[in-house]
């Protein structure tokens, strides 16, 4: 009696269908490795998978309704909570949408600034990604290497802006502060020792042969595949198209910078992992060129826009009309044209798309994201089929999902 009750929890997750012989796991939503509050619904023969069914919502929490609640400044803080590893890509995102819907240009020092949070928040969410797939198949020292370096670069953010996870470290017209004195010389300390970081983790993993077994041609995505279910990022450059939104279609100063994009046609577990490696060499290469382009920019890290963005502090504090204005867009919120405009950048798991239609108002009318790991999600239906339960785990981790902007 006691063995059954030990054994009762794993058996209320699996059903059977007596008609077939098969068998049906839930997979989730509580699972370690499903990374968030994902259910997989897996019908299975023996151990191999012939359907599934990704089931969603366990974390909804309406946060397009609640930014169509909301003026356009107070809703930047909402976006920390979707891509929570990399926070500074969604702020960035909703402000680079907003500037475009009312047509403005943000001083260069502020554009160097926003490349360099941007490019250290790839390197964040890359090392958490490579610490959390290797700990999923058993790589304990990868994972404690990655978190060391992830941390020194938590450390450089919170010297900027105060926060560690969700940062609010982008304003729409700019960014509200400048670099700390320490932020440079700490950020090429970083940079300096990174090569030698990636090889070590390459050292451990790429010759492993339970790696490798796990990883090499498990999770094969075609480049029709990959293309129908809308991939972006990593997950399409492994599949053989070279398609990078830094490159395409620039934003900030990315077209003054040199860097590459990494591609793969094999399109498996083990490419994406390859392409996470270069992906991180090419944010230190980025970077060292926009270290270099900070000393020659102005003091201005804000647009000059009074109708929508506040004045500098020195001009509320000494200027009536600029006190009033402030006043009236901290409580009311700026009044974008009437218009609508879709964004897309690049964030680290893939195209991050704000979508905003403008009536005139303070509130977005309408406002739709289009978040890279909803569409990576809805690919395990047609990828899973065929694979064995014991690759879902590592299939799932190299997908690179995060909950947090699929149940938006």
């Not at 796991?25 to 019908?43: C, E, K, Y």
């Not at 554009?111 to 969410?125: A, F, G, H, P, Q």
């Not at 802006?161 to 502060?177: E, S, W, Y």
Request: hydrophobic share 40%; aromatic share 10%.
């Amino acid at each position: 009696m006691q063995q059954s009750n030990r054994l009762r929890p794993f058996f209320e997750n699996i059903t059977f269908d007596r008609a077939d012989n098969e068998l049906i796991l839930n997979f989730g939503p509580q699972h370690p490795s499903a990374h968030g509050q994902l259910r997989l619904m897996l019908h299975l023969q023996q151990e191999q998978i012939t359907k599934a069914h990704p089931d969603i919502g366990y974390l909804h929490r309406g946060m397009e309704k609640m930014a169509e609640n909301m003026i356009y400044n107070e809703f930047m803080p909402t976006t920390d909570r979707m891509d929570y590893i990399a926070s500074s890509s969604n702020n960035y995102g909703f402000a680079l949408a907003v500037e475009r819907l009312i047509g403005l240009d943000v001083p260069r020092r502020a554009k160097v600034i926003r490349m360099m949070l941007l490019e250290t928040n790839r390197l964040m969410s890359h090392l958490f990604w490579l610490a959390t797939t290797a700990l999923d198949i058993g790589a304990m020292t990868v994972f404690l290497f990655a978190f060391r370096e992830r941390e020194y670069l938590m450390d450089l953010i919170e010297d900027y802006c105060g926060a560690r996870l969700t940062h609010a470290a982008v304003r729409i017209g700019g960014v509200p502060l400048d670099l700390p004195d320490n932020f440079i010389p700490d950020l090429r300390k970083f940079l300096d020792k990174l090569p030698e970081n990636i090889k070590d983790y390459e050292d451990l993993l790429d010759t492993n042969r339970i790696w490798k077994m796990r990883m090499e041609n498990v999770g094969v995505i075609s480049k029709e595949m990959a293309q129908s279910w809308g991939c972006s990022g990593i997950m399409l450059r492994a599949s053989g198209v070279e398609w990078d939104i830094r490159k395409e279609e620039p934003y900030e100063l990315y077209d003054e910078v040199d860097f590459n994009v990494p591609v793969s046609d094999k399109g498996d577990n083990y490419a994406r992992y390859k392409l996470y490696m270069a992906e991180m060499r090419e944010s230190a290469k980025i970077l060292y060129q926009v270290l270099d382009m900070y000393e020659g920019t102005g003091p201005e890290l804000m647009a000059h826009a009074p109708q929508y963005i506040s004045a500098p502090k020195i001009d509320i504090m000494t200027q009536n009309y600029s006190l009033m204005q402030h006043f009236v867009l901290v409580t009311q919120g700026m009044r974008p044209p009437v218009g609508e405009v879709y964004v897309a950048t690049e964030s680290p798991k893939g195209e991050l798309g704000y979508f905003i239609n403008s009536q005139g108002g303070a509130y977005p009318y309408r406002l739709k994201l289009r978040a890279p790991s909803f569409w990576h999600t809805g690919i395990l239906t047609d990828l899973l089929p065929g694979h064995y339960i014991p690759d879902v785990v590592s299939i799932i981790g190299t997908t690179n999902i995060v909950f947090g902007e699929v149940d938006r």
